[in-house]
């Protein structure tokens, strides 16, 4: 049984529509939504948290909770920017929903939160003068705080700083196991979402494009919308390789792509091109070459071959195997 | 600075401080300034509890007619203060709506209760303009947040909205509370008897010239400054 389902769920806000949304969310699957900004992430999480009116269903274990309000739902939300109190200190902030809801063993529950998160020393702070990562941890302490069955993320990384991500990432897929529940992270970027996902969901313009295990998405996106929003490069026609299909394209790995001057290339596929353009950046070369009207992207690492490779306007071979290509 | 400031310490200086107690122990000019802090007191209670709640729907909502709203609130600061106290003696006079309140035992017409309307129609705007903005300055995100905490809407409102906009809410309930205690047009016009400040102030300046009401006149002005510097104080504390 699918722990939580959500099924046909639009929201229209006036100026946006989440439209049609359907997701199937396993027991303790880490599940990433991926879109651009203003794709209608943080939309459709304050629609599954009953913060936006809408149609369709929202059914946890088997139970439609979309009629529930918002403070009956059981869950927790982080935003971007956290979102705490500035009128209450930092352990009133993690406490506020023990007020409201009957938590059991709170003050238990208070104390592994505190040691978890490593809060032990803010919690007569005022929530004014903290950093990013001491804000993130409090507004993620306050959601599991108040026994959340499903709790979503709205881009948690975004104010953090790069050099603290990855411990950051580990923590929050700990978190979703230590406290048994679902998550849902909202995020824009791929690396992020291929790091942490079981499960992958990528929206645009309000809608689900493609949903499933995260190896498959990230690798097999549905169309070249998702492919380049995947950050896929090279996304050509198959016809070029001698496929018959005209709708079907595929795409190349840019650092996969071998270049030669004297058609000395053994590649499955072989072009000649032109040279449009070399750039070099920290410890590779972006080689820009023209095969007819499509124009290759190329990565030649520094180490491999130092200098452009050839100059503007040169004609050069390039070559990639079959086994390389992705085909959308 | 000067045109501001000079008539304030002149009529201080023209009366002089024997004059100044004298007039700080008359019961009639102390009953007056206490009538009149007083109802003030209680017409910013009032607006509290009836004008949070429509601020914060203007702050918070977009809905047909929300301009007009607005403008509405923002009519008694422009209108002339007698004008203000006919419109107010039409309305709550001898009329049906008068005769309704009178059902309940609430008489407008040289009550405390038409100079506790006289001061809300006309300061009224003051709070309800400071709570609006104050409520506008709070993050959205932070009442969403607290209900899905638990907190129903009228938790966040008292628990999170309104202590995150206390400071342009007591600014604003202090000012229509100070603004209060100067009204006059309105007031002499509904309820001469009892007296507030500004009306009893005319009255001896009318009726005994310029040295008998300009003590009052300075006691008066002196209180309103000390409150001014209270809300001076309060907000840059907050």
């Given at each position: 049984m699918d722990y939580l389902k959500i099924q046909n769920l639009s929201s229209n806000t006036g100026n946006f529509l989440l439209n049609n949304i359907n997701?199937?969310?396993?027991?303790?699957?880490?599940?990433?939504?991926?879109?651009?900004?203003?794709?209608?992430?943080?939309?459709?999480?304050?629609?599954?948290?009953?913060?936006?009116?809408?149609?369709?269903?929202?059914?946890?274990?088997?139970?439609?909770?979309?009629?529930?309000?918002?403070e009956?739902?059981?869950?927790?939300?982080?935003?971007?920017?956290?979102?705490?109190?500035?009128?209450?200190?930092?352990?009133?902030?993690?406490?506020?929903?023990?007020?409201?809801?009957?938590?059991?063993?709170?003050?238990?529950?208070?104390?592994?939160?505190?040691?978890?998160?490593?809060?032990?020393?803010?919690?007569?702070?005022?929530?004014?003068?903290?950093?990013?990562?001491?804000?993130?941890?409090?507004?993620?302490?306050?959601?599991?705080?108040?026994?959340?069955?499903?709790?979503?993320?709205d881009e948690p990384l975004s104010a953090i700083d790069p050099t603290f991500r990855n411990a950051i990432m580990k923590s929050l897929k700990d978190i979703?196991?230590?406290?048994?529940?679902?998550?849902?992270?909202?995020?824009?970027?791929?690396?992020?979402?291929?790091?942490?996902?079981d499960k992958i969901a990528i929206i645009m313009d309000g809608e689900i494009k493609q949903v499933g295990d995260a190896?498959?998405?990230?690798?097999?996106?549905?169309?070249?919308?998702?492919?380049?929003?995947?950050?896929?490069?090279?996304?050509?026609?198959?016809?070029?390789?001698?496929?018959?299909?005209?709708?079907?394209?595929?795409?190349?790995d840019p650092n996969i792509i071998r270049v030669a001057k004297n058609g000395e290339l053994k590649t499955d596929y072989v072009f000649e091109g032109v040279v449009d353009e070399c750039m070099g950046i920290v410890d590779h070369y972006k080689l820009f070459v023209k095969v007819?009207?499509?124009?290759?992207f190329i990565k030649i690492l520094k180490r491999d071959y130092e200098g452009c490779y050839a100059d503007r306007t040169k004609i050069i071979q390039i070559g990639f195997d079959k086994k390389d290509i992705s085909f959308i | 600075m000067f045109f501001l400031s000079v008539p304030i310490i002149k009529i201080f200086i023209g009366v002089g401080s024997e004059k100044l107690l004298e007039t700080i122990k008359d019961g009639e000019a102390i009953d007056s300034i206490i009538l009149t802090m007083k109802v003030s007191a209680w017409a910013m209670v009032?607006?509290?509890?009836?004008?949070?709640?429509?601020?914060?729907?203007?702050?918070?909502?977009?809905?047909?007619?929300?301009?007009?709203?607005?403008?509405?609130?923002?009519?008694?600061?422009?209108?002339?203060?007698?004008a203000a106290g006919i419109a107010l003696l039409t309305t709550f006079g001898d009329t049906n709506i008068g005769e309704f309140f009178k059902f309940f035992g609430i008489e407008f017409i040289g009550t405390e209760y038409g100079i506790m309307i006289a001061m809300m129609f006309l300061s009224a705007p003051f709070l309800i303009n400071s709570a609006k903005d104050g409520f506008r300055k709070v993050d959205v995100k932070l009442e969403k947040t607290a209900r899905t905490l638990g907190a129903s809407p009228i938790n966040v409102f008292v628990r999170i909205t309104i202590p995150n906009a206390k400071k342009d809410i007591i600014n604003g309930a202090l000012m229509m509370w100070s603004r209060g205690l100067g009204e006059f047009g309105a007031i002499v016009i509904l309820v001469y008897h009892p007296m507030t400040t500004p009306v009893l102030i005319f009255d001896r300046f009318n009726s005994y010239g310029l040295s008998y009401s300009a003590p009052l006149a300075a006691v008066i002005i002196g209180f309103s400054m000390l409150v001014f510097l209270i809300v001076r104080f309060i907000t840059n504390r907050l």
């Open positions: 997701l199937d969310i396993q027991k303790n699957e880490y599940f990433v939504l991926l879109g651009q900004s203003g794709s209608g992430k943080t939309m459709l999480l304050e629609t599954i948290a009953g913060l936006n009116p809408c149609s369709g269903n929202i059914i946890y274990k088997g139970n439609d909770i979309s009629l529930i309000p918002t009956k739902r059981e869950i927790g939300f982080v935003y971007q920017d956290f979102a705490l109190f500035p009128n209450l200190n930092v352990e009133e902030n993690i406490r506020f929903s023990q007020k409201y809801k009957n938590i059991e063993d709170a003050d238990e529950l208070f104390k592994d939160i505190v040691d978890f998160l490593k809060l032990e020393n803010l919690l007569e702070r005022s929530t004014q003068d903290l950093s990013g990562g001491e804000k993130q941890r409090i507004a993620i302490a306050r959601a599991l705080f108040s026994r959340p069955k499903i709790l979503l993320l979703h196991r230590r406290y048994d529940v679902i998550t849902i992270h909202v995020t824009h970027n791929f690396r992020e979402a291929s790091y942490l996902a190896k498959d998405v990230l690798n097999q996106p549905a169309n070249i919308e998702v492919a380049k929003f995947l950050g896929f490069k090279n996304i050509f026609p198959a016809k070029m390789l001698g496929y018959e299909s005209s709708s079907k394209v595929y795409s190349v007819k009207q499509h124009q290759f | 009032f607006v509290l509890f009836t004008g949070l709640p429509l601020a914060y729907v203007i702050a918070r909502y977009d809905f047909y007619g929300k301009s007009v709203v607005e403008s509405l609130i923002d009519i008694p600061v422009m209108i002339p203060h007698t």
